[in-house]
């Protein structure tokens, strides 16, 4: 099965992602590059802690016990969206993300005892540094190389813009997610292995 370990992110950040889906789009759409990006659903967002791959069922097993005790071991925390950027670059992109800010250091302490656990079931190690993000939409493959260098360019320009959160827009996390991942013509579909409870603060 596909699999990967994240975060679920709770409405009041949804929301604020969803606005500034809406915000790109208008003006993506004022130069007739909207039909160039796949906007992420609602449902569909999450911050990635660990992408897994092809496991087998023992490994799930063994990641749901796992994950279940490293959870207790960590405090719930708070996150908020910060930031707008692409993937691989500006000039090329392929992936459109909103940063994250908040408890960054409790929330790499996790993702790096998530990545203990995981190799230890067997999945290679990640070779990149884990950047928190959430991937917000991602570039059709039919757009050209011009396209592609006008959306990195709109999404620049209005990173620049971008304002932080209000506090009460702080997303309290709380939990852990394990899930399927099952890709169709029409996107992935995830569904939920496990939920795990992070300690109280």
């Not at 039919?142 to 990173?159: D, F, K, P």
């Not at 169709?184 to 300690?199: D, E, K, M």
Request: glycine letters at 4%; proline letters at 7%.
């Amino acid at each position: 099965m596909r699999a990967f370990i994240a975060i679920e992110m709770p409405p009041p950040a949804l929301r604020r992602v969803a606005a500034i889906q809406r915000h790109l789009t208008h003006h993506l759409r004022s130069q007739q590059l909207d039909r160039c990006v796949r906007w992420t659903p609602a449902a569909n967002l999450h911050l990635t802690l660990r992408f897994l791959g092809e496991i087998d069922q023992s490994q799930c097993d063994a990641l749901l016990t796992m994950l279940s005790s490293l959870a207790a071991q960590h405090p719930a925390l708070s996150l908020y969206s910060e930031g707008l950027g692409c993937f691989p670059n500006a000039a090329r992109p392929s992936v459109i993300w909103c940063g994250l800010q908040g408890n960054l250091r409790t929330l790499t302490q996790l993702q790096m005892d998530v990545e203990k656990i995981v190799r230890s079931v067997g999945v290679a190690p990640e070779p990149k540094q884990f950047k928190p993000h959430l991937t917000i939409g991602r570039t059709q493959r039919s757009a050209t190389t011009n396209q592609l260098r006008a959306v990195g360019a709109i999404v620049m320009q209005n990173a620049a813009l971008h304002t932080p959160a209000p506090t009460d827009d702080f997303a309290k996390i709380n939990e852990l997610v394990l899930f399927q991942s099952e890709l169709t013509p029409s996107g992935p579909i995830y569904t939920r292995l496990g939920v795990f409870r992070l300690a109280d603060q």
